[in-house]
């Protein structure tokens, strides 16, 4: 069994930043494809970021130019950059592992942390 856990979330200001990070348990932590999720209440949960094995990025439209995913796996952690928060991007953020590509289903999740734009 695969554990994520997320920490990093918090409250901050509209424009403000945020850099949120996920430790993986696994020792393949190199070789998998990783994903940033997040969900408000009454919604369904919905993809923000992804990156692969080899570092490769994707995005959802509306967080591109703002945010940046990145992974180091020397210290078996994947992060989520956020820059000129908005409103709208108040949810809770779960980190995922995929169960091969970036494109497959996601398998593993972390708990999820909070994070609450004000404006």
């Known amino acids: 069994q695969v554990q994520l856990v997320e920490s990093g979330g918090g409250l901050v200001q509209a424009g403000g930043s945020l850099r949120l990070a996920c430790v993986a348990s696994?020792?393949?932590?190199?070789?998998?494809?990783m994903g940033w999720y997040r969900q408000v209440p009454g919604k369904q949960r919905e993809v923000v970021a992804r990156?692969?094995?080899?570092?490769?990025?994707n995005y959802a439209d509306s967080v591109k130019g703002r945010f940046t995913i990145s992974r180091d796996n020397a210290k078996n952690t994947v992060y989520l950059q956020m820059n000129s928060l908005k409103p709208e991007d108040t949810a809770v953020y779960y980190c995922?592992?995929?169960?091969?590509?970036?494109?497959?289903?996601?398998?593993?999740w972390g708990q999820g942390t909070q994070v609450t734009v004000s404006s």
């Open positions: 995922a592992r995929y169960s091969s590509g970036i494109y497959s289903l996601p398998i593993y």
């Open positions: 990156i692969t094995s080899g570092g490769n990025t």
């Open positions: 696994e020792s393949s932590f190199s070789a998998n494809a």
